[in-house]
């Protein structure tokens, strides 16, 4: 329960602060960031000089009041302050540029088969994706997040494994920096989850919230959680590895070599597989996800029976592990991402009644239940966001 | 993500800073707070001097140096002023009085069959305690917190329910404050298992732990997190509930009326169960529980095999609900408490190969399990620290 500190620390603090109310506030005058930090005037021309100088904020118009005396200098976040998020995906690699402003700058994808490929063919793809993303006018990089489907080591910069890339301990920070050497960009790797749930955090429906669970839901189903405002890692950032729970009474095999993984009862494959015949194009895995979405949606809007009574399985099982996660963190918003959110109309009473009968605090602890409007893409975003957030939190490693 | 501060925010965090200097570091000068917190020497010199207004530190003796010079005056945290942490039990009620030192004040305990009275005569009994307690000399009390084994509503002050106590909708502030209204305490009520796991954070085997996960086992069994050096409370409270989880394939049907809940594995009376036949010693609720478990570690340790076969089922099965929580929040360390670590040495083996075996990340994402020294008594203790820290937090409430 040691804190430690010294001017330095105290700097950074505050540089942060400023940096922060002027990223979430908007332009404003120097008078006024020193109202809402409570630092003094002074204290403040010297922070905001300090970001112009790191190239964090800019100068912006005079202050245009209606009354006599000196108008404020208007100060804003530098707009072309980005932080990149990679996204590597079984099917495809993304890259995306996102402004401090909250803007998207660039956003680029590639279909790359990278089950199929080495891990290499994969960071090559992806560091030249980067490079074209970096080519933006009025894009001025300060880091990079990677997002990976997969049991990632944040601390090491490993990918420890991920079974729908066929990766095994990939050096993927140590890869990329290596082929992005000249940008000197920071680099972290991070599971796609954990940052979806933060993009979720940043700009989703329940953006803002202190206490927020998040479940993503495709082929495997995995978790990320914001507690008291601050993202809940784990020691070295392995924390919300859920689709794996011994969940399921009838022991089926999972892909993970284990039997009874929660995936196996809510995994989109499971979903399919009660909706239709194998022979059915929504089994088509050359169909984007969007589309057989979609079909099943159709069915399920003109009341097919067996689409119906799929679904209502699906919400049956996906509210059993929900219960489990609130049950363990208590959260204020449950987020659900992904398939989950695409038919999420037809699963959420059945979430709900399930978590009404297996939380144990009253009212589920309070605990909203909602759908996720960022699609399947939100990692990407929420690796910029990632990235962006560490220049936010220690402005003094930019420039 | 929003961050808001001003002047009294700003002197209230250095306040705390140097108070938390003061307890974790010991007596010091002015001069080596303001190195270590990085303040300088006229702000540390007015901090301390509010600090000892408010009654929290203390002007000692002068530094002793072998130099010439002038010594420097030794502060230090006021050695009188105390949390109290009180235990509402099945059978019992206790209160406990520790200093900002750490050092135990005075310690009341009161056999009281709580659970076949109403809760105002548990209360009663409480008030009376504390009053005893807050008799001691020495001891200025600042804060009570209050452990009760069960479903905890934090914010509202209230317990939701705790089947062992027979209790439904307690409003234990509200109820204490009216009895110990003279003493102006501030109140708190919190679940026992996350009190336990402040207090293993505090003062426990594996102190001060960033990431640091706690599992409790007695008739149930319930869990507390810190992540990131903090509490993972959620949103009201009601993190932790790890007992029903549905892990059993057998579904076994739970006291709380739903099948297949982790408790029915892995709580007490599943061991005596497999342990023991019905008529064995071992099952009467009338010895204290330390004494019944000292039968069984003498049976294990003389070979008996129906007592290690029991052991060895309650391992196993403790492992695969220990490695739902790893996999949810990557601990650093899981520290098994109450019965878990009475016996502790008999299952740890067993908890770590399901450990290895159900944890995705590699090598259990680098989690230590170990066994806590602190006895069934925890929770009192740690409400004694968790009421010391919101003064350690927020100094400007005392005095």
Request: with cysteine; aromatic share 4%; charged share 25%.
């Amino acid at each position: 329960m040691r804190e430690k500190s010294d001017s330095t620390n105290v700097r950074r603090h505050n540089l942060s602060l400023v940096l922060r109310a002027l990223r979430d506030g908007g332009p404003t005058t120097r008078a006024k960031l020193a109202d809402e930090t409570g630092l003094t005037k002074a204290a403040v021309s010297s922070l905001v000089a300090e970001l112009v100088d790191r190239g964090l904020a800019r100068e912006g118009r005079l202050e245009q009041t209606g009354y006599t005396g000196r108008p404020g200098l208007i100060h804003e976040v530098d707009g072309e302050v980005c932080g990149i998020g990679v996204e590597i995906s079984v099917d495809y690699v993304s890259a995306v540029a996102v402004a401090l402003t909250g803007e998207v700058r660039a956003n680029r994808r590639l279909a790359l088969d990278v089950k199929g490929s080495a891990p290499d063919v994969a960071l090559d793809a992806v560091a030249e994706l980067v490079r074209q993303v970096l080519r933006t006018r009025g894009c001025r990089p300060v880091g990079i997040t990677v997002a990976v489907p997969g049991v990632v080591d944040h601390a090491a910069g490993r990918v420890a494994f991920a079974s729908n890339l066929g990766w095994r301990d990939v050096a993927v920070v140590d890869g990329l920096a290596r082929r992005l050497r000249r940008t000197r960009l920071p680099i972290e790797v991070d599971n796609d989850v954990k940052l979806a749930a933060v993009a979720e955090w940043v700009s989703g429906v329940a953006a803002g919230t202190a206490d927020l669970a998040y479940l993503f839901g495709e082929a495997g189903v995995g978790a990320g959680f914001i507690s008291g405002g601050r993202v809940v890692r784990g020691t070295r950032g392995f924390s919300g590895e859920i689709g794996h729970l011994p969940l399921d009474p009838r022991q089926r095999e999972c892909p993970c070599g284990r039997r009874g993984c929660w995936e196996t009862m809510v995994g989109l494959g499971t979903l399919l597989h009660l909706a239709a015949d194998p022979d059915d194009p929504v089994h088509d895995p050359a169909r984007d996800i969007d589309e057989r979405l979609t079909d099943l949606r159709r069915r399920a809007e003109r009341g097919d029976r067996r689409t119906l009574d799929a679904l209502n399985t699906i919400a049956a099982d996906l509210g059993l592990g929900a219960s489990v996660l609130i049950n363990m963190v208590n959260p204020e918003v449950l987020v659900l991402g992904g398939y989950f959110a695409a038919l999420g109309d037809f699963l959420l009473d059945g979430v709900r009644a399930q978590v009404a009968a297996r939380v144990l605090a009253p009212d589920a602890g309070g605990c909203r239940i909602v759908l996720s409007g960022l699609g399947f893409a939100a990692a990407g975003h929420g690796g910029a966001q990632a990235a962006l957030e560490r220049i936010v939190t220690d402005p003094t490693i930019a420039g």
